[in-house]
Structure formats: C-alpha cells, structure tokens
C-alpha cells in the first residue's frame, strides 16, 4: 500500500488543490505559541513537543491500528494518503523562485536581491553569493518537502511522517531558543540518514566522482547539517558552474531542478522494486 500512496500523493500534487486544503497548520501553530506563552510550559520545551508531536503521533497510530485489520486495510488508505499530504513541503517551490528568476534573468540584481528577500528570506552580500544560496535554498526545500518525507513514510509508515513535518514545523516557528533547538537536534537526527541516501541518489545520476569525492569526507560527519550536505553534494553532482548572471545563472536552477527530478525518478523505481521483490 506505501508505493500506491506515494504515487497517489504525487498525482494529488500535481493535479490537485487538495494539498491546500489539507496543509492548514493554524489550530496546530495556535496551540504552539499558547504552549510557549504559559508560564508553566514555556521553559520545558521537551513537554511541549511531547504535546505536540509525540501525542498527535500516539493518537494517529492508534487510528491506524483500529482501521489496518478493516476490509484488507482500505479504510486505512484515505489516512494514509492524507498524512502524506499533510507532511509534505509548504508553499510551491517552484512558483516562489518564478520572480526571482525573471530579475536574475534580466541581470537586475537589485530586484532579484529585493524578491529574494521578500519570498525566500534570503539575503546576501553581492549577486555571486545570492544566487548561490538560492541554489542552496532550491536544494534544501525539495529534500525537506518531499524526500524526506517519503523516505521515513516509506520506511515506517505515515507516524513517523506526520512527526518528521511537526518537528519541522515547531522548529522553524518556534519562538523560544530552547524549544527550537530541541526540535532542531531531533529534526537533524531525522535529517540523517535520507539525506545522505539522496547524496548516494545523486551520485548514480549525476556526477559520480565528484559526489564521491565530497562523501568521503562528510559520511560519517554528525555536525554537518543536511542544508549544507544536500547543497554541497548537489552543487557538485549537477556540475553547477560559478554563479553568473543571467540566462545562464537561471539555467544552473533548472540544472538543479532536473537533478532533483532524476534522484525522484531513481527513489520511486527503488521503491517500486523493494515492493515488488517483497
């Protein structure tokens, strides 16, 4: 049932505005500033996200041991299908850099530092340093949007989704230190393990060496976060050049895109093999 999900979920994606109608995250976000406010919880972030993530994880599994055994699991597909929505990416990723790449096109580097700012929440010292962390931001988005997620849905199922997209959620609107980064040391355990399984993806479909070469030191490394992994293996892997402007700065984020597009493709016939071989 995971591999027909995850390919139901890409179409919904695609085709579909129920991703939107799914994603709302305000009665979650609300209850997570109210959290943080009270002067009995405000300082023990580990009861918070308990609260939080670990008890929406409990309720959801115990709903999905009630439904697995009913009519062969199919009242348990919907569920599925609807945690996976949910614990994917917010936003569209590719309409967000839209206005940056008309500005980047057009050599204004005025505008496309002003868009970036204003849509990505990015900001850099000169062009050169801008679009490389736009470069950055495409890469890290679309592993945490949807890599990640599939990953540990594929390997546990949707409990441990729903809580990787939680964990996310409480870190990056989080407004205590302590909670953001208790939910950051747990995100970055999640983080492990997929995103250097998409590092091995992209060396099979990009640039095999210089991947290589780029794992040997970074493997085995705990601190090194998974923005600054993904970025510096797929920088490498799509045999991105220097950062210019231009037409050929936008074409060095379609590059990237496609590389993406190719590890996707890689996951999915992996899946699609595991499930059929199992």
């Not at 599925?80 to 929505?85: A, E, G, N, Q, S």
Request: some cysteine; overall charge neutral.
């Amino acid at each position: 049932m995971s591999f027909l999900v995850l390919l139901l979920a890409v179409w919904v994606e695609k085709f579909s505005a129920l991703r939107h109608r799914v994603q709302r995250d305000g009665a979650w976000l609300g209850e997570l500033a109210r959290l943080q406010a009270s002067p009995r919880l405000g300082n023990r972030p580990w009861l918070i996200l308990t609260f939080l993530v670990l008890l929406p994880a409990i309720l959801l599994g115990m709903l999905l041991w009630v439904l697995e055994p009913v009519a062969y699991g199919l009242l348990a597909l919907p569920v599925h299908l609807l945690v996976v929505i949910y614990s994917l990416g917010r936003g569209d990723l590719l309409g967000g850099l839209g206005p940056f790449r008309d500005a980047w096109r057009r050599e204004d580097l005025q505008a496309a530092a002003h868009v970036a700012q204003r849509d990505l929440g990015i900001c850099a010292d000169s062009g050169e340093q801008l679009l490389e962390r736009v470069q950055g931001h495409l890469l890290w988005q679309a592993y945490q949007s949807f890599f990640a997620v599939i990953f540990w849905y594929f390997l546990l199922g949707p409990v441990a989704a729903l809580s990787y997209r939680l964990l996310a959620l409480a870190a990056e609107h989080g407004t205590t230190p302590a909670l953001v980064e208790r939910a950051g040391q747990l995100r970055h355990a999640f983080d492990w393990l997929p995103v250097r399984l998409l590092a091995a993806s992209f060396a099979l479909v990009g640039n095999f060496v210089a991947v290589s070469r780029v794992m040997l030191h970074e493997l085995l490394n705990w601190n090194i976060s998974a923005a600054q992994l993904v970025e510096k293996v797929g920088l490498v892997a799509g045999e991105i050049p220097a950062p210019v402007a231009g037409a050929d700065g936008v074409n060095s984020l379609d590059q990237l895109w496609e590389l993406l597009l190719r590890a996707a493709l890689l996951w999915y016939a992996g899946f699609a093999l595991w499930t059929v071989l199992g």
